[in-house]
Protein backbone atom coordinates (compact mmCIF):
# COMPACT_ATOMS: atom_id res chain seq x y z
CA UNK A 1 0.00 0.00 0.00
CA UNK A 2 2.85 2.43 0.63
CA UNK A 3 4.35 1.65 -2.40
CA UNK A 4 1.13 2.27 -4.59
CA UNK A 5 0.95 5.76 -2.54
CA UNK A 6 4.50 6.32 -3.30
CA UNK A 7 4.07 5.74 -7.14
CA UNK A 8 0.97 7.78 -7.24
CA UNK A 9 3.15 10.56 -5.51
CA UNK A 10 6.00 10.42 -8.00
CA UNK A 11 3.49 10.25 -10.76
CA UNK A 12 2.01 13.37 -9.83
CA UNK A 13 5.42 15.38 -9.17
CA UNK A 14 6.80 14.16 -12.85
CA UNK A 15 3.41 15.62 -14.69
CA UNK A 16 3.40 18.93 -12.85
CA UNK A 17 7.10 19.19 -13.99
CA UNK A 18 5.88 18.77 -17.02
CA UNK A 19 3.38 21.18 -17.06
CA UNK A 20 5.39 23.41 -15.82
CA UNK A 21 7.75 23.37 -18.28
CA UNK A 22 5.50 23.27 -21.47
CA UNK A 23 3.94 26.55 -19.73
CA UNK A 24 7.37 28.31 -19.83
CA UNK A 25 8.04 27.26 -23.24
CA UNK A 26 4.55 28.64 -24.62
CA UNK A 27 4.97 31.50 -22.90
CA UNK A 28 8.75 32.03 -24.47
CA UNK A 29 8.02 31.37 -27.74
CA UNK A 30 5.17 33.89 -27.41
CA UNK A 31 6.84 36.53 -26.69
CA UNK A 32 9.33 35.67 -29.04
CA UNK A 33 6.69 36.01 -31.74
CA UNK A 34 5.67 39.15 -30.52
CA UNK A 35 9.16 40.73 -30.55
CA UNK A 36 9.90 39.48 -33.73
CA UNK A 37 6.15 40.88 -35.33
CA UNK A 38 7.14 44.34 -33.29
CA UNK A 39 10.26 44.20 -34.87
CA UNK A 40 8.68 44.41 -38.56
CA UNK A 41 6.48 46.67 -37.84
CA UNK A 42 8.65 49.30 -36.43
CA UNK A 43 7.61 52.41 -38.30
CA UNK A 44 10.12 53.93 -40.28
CA UNK A 45 11.67 57.12 -38.86
CA UNK A 46 11.31 58.90 -42.27
CA UNK A 47 7.97 58.43 -43.03
CA UNK A 48 8.17 56.00 -45.58
CA UNK A 49 6.29 53.45 -44.46
CA UNK A 50 2.99 55.28 -46.30
CA UNK A 51 2.58 57.29 -49.51
CA UNK A 52 1.18 60.28 -47.46
CA UNK A 53 4.63 59.84 -45.27
CA UNK A 54 7.24 59.52 -48.49
CA UNK A 55 5.28 62.64 -50.25
CA UNK A 56 5.75 65.09 -46.19
CA UNK A 57 9.32 63.48 -45.95
CA UNK A 58 10.38 64.75 -49.59
CA UNK A 59 8.71 67.94 -49.49
CA UNK A 60 10.26 68.76 -46.47
CA UNK A 61 13.49 67.54 -47.16
CA UNK A 62 13.32 70.02 -50.39
CA UNK A 63 12.04 72.82 -48.43
CA UNK A 64 15.09 72.22 -45.90
CA UNK A 65 17.21 72.11 -48.98
CA UNK A 66 18.58 68.16 -47.74
CA UNK A 67 19.65 66.94 -51.12
CA UNK A 68 21.14 64.05 -49.90
CA UNK A 69 17.60 63.08 -47.50
CA UNK A 70 15.50 63.82 -50.35
CA UNK A 71 17.13 61.51 -52.54
CA UNK A 72 16.32 58.73 -49.88
CA UNK A 73 12.84 59.10 -50.62
CA UNK A 74 14.04 58.38 -54.31
CA UNK A 75 14.17 54.20 -55.38
CA UNK A 76 17.92 54.44 -56.71
CA UNK A 77 18.17 50.86 -57.40
CA UNK A 78 18.58 51.31 -60.94
CA UNK A 79 20.51 54.44 -60.67
CA UNK A 80 23.81 53.95 -62.79
CA UNK A 81 25.45 57.03 -60.70
CA UNK A 82 23.66 56.04 -57.31
CA UNK A 83 27.21 56.11 -55.83
CA UNK A 84 28.09 58.97 -57.47
CA UNK A 85 26.92 62.34 -54.66
CA UNK A 86 26.71 65.19 -57.19
CA UNK A 87 25.00 62.92 -59.95
CA UNK A 88 22.24 62.28 -57.33
CA UNK A 89 22.24 65.81 -56.38
CA UNK A 90 21.73 66.65 -59.97
CA UNK A 91 18.46 64.00 -60.19
CA UNK A 92 16.54 65.40 -56.96
CA UNK A 93 17.04 69.19 -58.55
CA UNK A 94 15.53 67.78 -61.51
CA UNK A 95 12.85 66.42 -60.12
CA UNK A 96 11.77 69.00 -57.99
CA UNK A 97 12.44 71.53 -60.92
CA UNK A 98 9.88 69.43 -62.89
CA UNK A 99 7.40 69.03 -60.50
CA UNK A 100 7.63 73.04 -59.97
CA UNK A 101 7.39 74.12 -63.59
CA UNK A 102 5.30 70.93 -65.48
CA UNK A 103 3.71 69.25 -62.36
CA UNK A 104 1.12 68.73 -60.64
CA UNK A 105 0.54 66.84 -57.01
CA UNK A 106 -2.34 65.27 -55.40
CA UNK A 107 -4.04 67.32 -52.26
CA UNK A 108 -2.31 65.59 -49.16
CA UNK A 109 -5.37 64.60 -47.91
CA UNK A 110 -6.19 62.40 -51.00
CA UNK A 111 -2.90 60.37 -50.66
CA UNK A 112 -3.11 57.19 -48.64
CA UNK A 113 -1.98 56.87 -45.42
CA UNK A 114 -2.74 52.99 -45.79
CA UNK A 115 0.79 50.99 -45.52
CA UNK A 116 -0.53 48.75 -48.41
CA UNK A 117 -1.71 51.82 -50.00
CA UNK A 118 -4.70 53.09 -52.01
CA UNK A 119 -5.55 49.28 -53.06
CA UNK A 120 -9.24 50.73 -55.23
CA UNK A 121 -7.05 52.94 -57.74
CA UNK A 122 -6.54 50.55 -60.42
CA UNK A 123 -2.77 50.31 -59.99
CA UNK A 124 -0.62 47.46 -59.54
CA UNK A 125 -1.03 47.00 -55.63
CA UNK A 126 2.52 47.93 -55.35
CA UNK A 127 2.33 51.29 -56.76
CA UNK A 128 0.34 54.83 -56.04
CA UNK A 129 0.10 57.71 -58.51
CA UNK A 130 0.59 60.64 -56.47
CA UNK A 131 0.73 63.55 -59.79
CA UNK A 132 1.73 64.45 -63.09
CA UNK A 133 4.62 65.96 -64.96
CA UNK A 134 4.78 67.08 -68.54
CA UNK A 135 7.66 67.26 -70.40
CA UNK A 136 7.41 67.65 -74.47
CA UNK A 137 3.80 67.66 -74.20
CA UNK A 138 3.63 64.10 -72.61
CA UNK A 139 1.74 64.00 -69.36
CA UNK A 140 3.79 61.25 -67.11
CA UNK A 141 2.90 59.82 -64.16
CA UNK A 142 4.45 60.54 -60.94
CA UNK A 143 4.57 56.97 -58.78
CA UNK A 144 5.89 55.61 -55.61
CA UNK A 145 6.35 52.28 -55.75
CA UNK A 146 6.58 49.82 -52.51
CA UNK A 147 9.53 48.00 -52.18
CA UNK A 148 11.36 45.83 -49.57
CA UNK A 149 14.82 46.21 -48.52
CA UNK A 150 17.61 44.17 -47.16
CA UNK A 151 16.49 43.72 -43.72
CA UNK A 152 12.72 43.20 -45.05
CA UNK A 153 11.33 46.60 -44.58
CA UNK A 154 8.61 48.08 -47.03
CA UNK A 155 9.26 51.60 -48.13
CA UNK A 156 7.34 53.79 -50.58
CA UNK A 157 9.72 55.94 -52.55
CA UNK A 158 9.33 57.74 -55.69
CA UNK A 159 9.47 54.73 -58.83
CA UNK A 160 12.55 54.70 -61.26
CA UNK A 161 9.85 54.24 -63.43
CA UNK A 162 9.18 57.82 -62.83
CA UNK A 163 12.66 58.81 -62.31
CA UNK A 164 14.41 57.32 -65.56
CA UNK A 165 12.54 59.70 -67.41
CA UNK A 166 14.30 62.61 -65.88
CA UNK A 167 17.49 61.14 -67.57
CA UNK A 168 16.08 60.06 -70.81
CA UNK A 169 18.06 62.33 -73.97
CA UNK A 170 14.68 62.64 -75.22
CA UNK A 171 13.55 64.68 -73.24
CA UNK A 172 17.09 66.34 -72.25
CA UNK A 173 16.40 69.18 -74.36
CA UNK A 174 12.56 70.28 -72.89
CA UNK A 175 12.22 73.91 -71.56
CA UNK A 176 11.40 73.07 -68.47
CA UNK A 177 15.24 72.51 -67.68
CA UNK A 178 16.69 75.87 -68.84
CA UNK A 179 17.80 78.25 -67.43
CA UNK A 180 14.89 81.18 -66.60
CA UNK A 181 14.73 84.79 -64.87
CA UNK A 182 13.17 84.66 -61.35
CA UNK A 183 9.44 83.14 -61.29
CA UNK A 184 8.35 86.26 -59.06
CA UNK A 185 8.07 85.98 -55.32
CA UNK A 186 7.49 82.10 -55.00
CA UNK A 187 11.07 81.90 -56.04
CA UNK A 188 12.73 83.64 -53.57
CA UNK A 189 13.97 82.21 -50.14
CA UNK A 190 12.73 82.26 -46.68
CA UNK A 191 14.79 79.65 -43.94
CA UNK A 192 16.97 78.47 -46.45
CA UNK A 193 14.63 77.15 -48.85
CA UNK A 194 12.02 78.02 -51.42
CA UNK A 195 8.79 80.12 -50.33
CA UNK A 196 7.10 77.66 -52.53
CA UNK A 197 8.36 74.25 -51.00
CA UNK A 198 7.43 76.20 -47.34
CA UNK A 199 4.01 76.68 -48.78
CA UNK A 200 3.57 73.49 -49.46
CA UNK A 201 4.81 72.24 -46.19
CA UNK A 202 2.21 74.86 -44.44
CA UNK A 203 -0.34 72.83 -46.85
CA UNK A 204 0.73 69.04 -45.88
CA UNK A 205 0.51 69.96 -42.30
CA UNK A 206 -3.12 70.98 -42.75
CA UNK A 207 -3.71 67.91 -44.36
Do not use: C
Request: aromatic letters at 6%; zero cysteines; a negative charge.
Amino acid sequence: MNRLLLLMVLLAVFLSSHSVSASQILRTSSADTTEVKESKEKPDPLGRSTPKGTVRGYFKSLAGENQLQAARYMDLSAFPDKDIQSEVASLVNKLELVLDRSGQVLPINLISSNPEGNLKDGLDPALEEIGTIVLKGDEISVLLERITTADDQKLWLISWNTLEVLTSEAYADDEVFLERPSDGVLSSRWNGGPVKDWIGIILIALG
